[in-house]
T-cell receptor, first 111, second 114 residues
C-alpha cells in the first residue's frame, strides 16, 4: 500500500485567512486527487493533478503536484466558513485501480 | 449530487448478524468501488468491480463479500458482524480504471453494530 500523510491533521482559522495543507508520500503516484467531505456525506472530487509540477486553480483554491509526483499541496486564499470540511488527498498507484487515501485535514473556518 | 446512490442510509444491527448494502453507480460507469471509513483508519479501499468482474481487492475481511450485477449495481455483504465493523461504508464509481481514475462517491451507509 502506498501511504499518504496529510498535515496538519486539524486546522482552525478565521474567515479571511490563508492556509496550506500538505499531502506527502515516499511513493510515486500516477495522479493525485483532492476531495472535500462534509460530515455524514461522501467525498466530493475537487481536482485531479497528473503531471509533475502541475498547478491547478479552482476559484480560491490552488492545487500543486510535486515535481516527482510524490506530494501535493492545497492552498486556500481568503478562507470562508463554507470551506469548512475534511480535505482528503488520494493517489492512484501503478495498478491504476483503487485510490490510496490520506487520513485528511479537518478544516474549520469561523466567521 | 454525484449520481451514485446507496441504500440504506442508516443500518443498526446486532453482533453476529448479516447485512447487505446496495449501490447504484452513475449512468455509464462500469467500475464500482467499496470503501470503509472509520474515525481511526480513515477511508480504506475494500474491493473493486469492473463490468461484473472483480478487479482489485484491498483490506477486505473474509467475512465480507461483494458482487456486481449485469445492470451494474453492486452489493456489499457483511456477515458475522462485530462491534468493530461499525463504520461508514461508501460506494464510488468511475468510467474506467487507469492513470486518472476519477471516482464519484455515494452518500454512504452508516452501519452501527450493537
Amino acid at each position: 500500500t502506498q501511504l499518504l500523510e496529510q498535515s496538519p491533521q486539524f486546522l482552525s482559522i478565521q474567515e479571511g485567512e490563508n492556509l496550506t495543507v500538505y499531502c506527502n508520500s515516499s511513493s510515486v503516484f500516477s495522479s493525485l486527487q483532492w476531495y472535500r467531505q462534509e460530515p455524514g456525506e461522501g467525498p466530493v472530487l475537487l481536482v485531479t493533478v497528473v503531471t509533475g509540477g502541475e498547478v491547478k486553480k479552482l476559484k480560491r483554491l490552488t492545487f500543486q503536484f510535486g515535481d516527482a509526483r510524490k506530494d501535493s499541496s492545497l492552498h486556500i486564499t481568503a478562507a470562508q466558513p463554507g470551506d469548512t470540511g475534511l480535505y482528503l488527498c488520494a493517489g492512484v498507484g501503478n495498478s491504476g485501480y483503487a485510490l490510496n487515501f490520506g487520513k485528511g485535514t479537518s478544516l474549520l473556518v469561523t466567521p | 449530487d454525484s449520481g451514485v446512490t446507496q441504500t440504506p442510509k442508516h443500518l443498526i444491527t446486532a453482533t453476529g448478524q448479516r447485512v447487505t448494502l446496495r449501490c447504484s453507480p452513475r449512468s455509464g460507469d462500469l467500475s464500482v468501488y467499496w470503501y470503509q471509513q472509520s474515525l481511526d483508519q480513515g477511508l480504506q479501499f475494500l474491493i473493486q468491480y469492473y463490468n461484473g468482474e472483480e478487479r482489485a481487492k484491498g483490506n477486505i475481511l473474509e467475512r465480507f463479500s461483494a458482487q456486481q450485477f449485469p445492470d451494474l449495481h453492486s452489493e456489499l455483504n457483511l456477515s458475522s458482524l462485530e462491534l468493530g465493523d461499525s463504520a461508514l461504508y461508501f460506494c464510488a464509481s468511475s468510467r474506467s480504471s487507469g492513470r486518472i481514475n476519477e471516482q464519484f462517491f455515494g452518500p454512504g451507509t452508516r452501519l452501527t453494530v450493537l
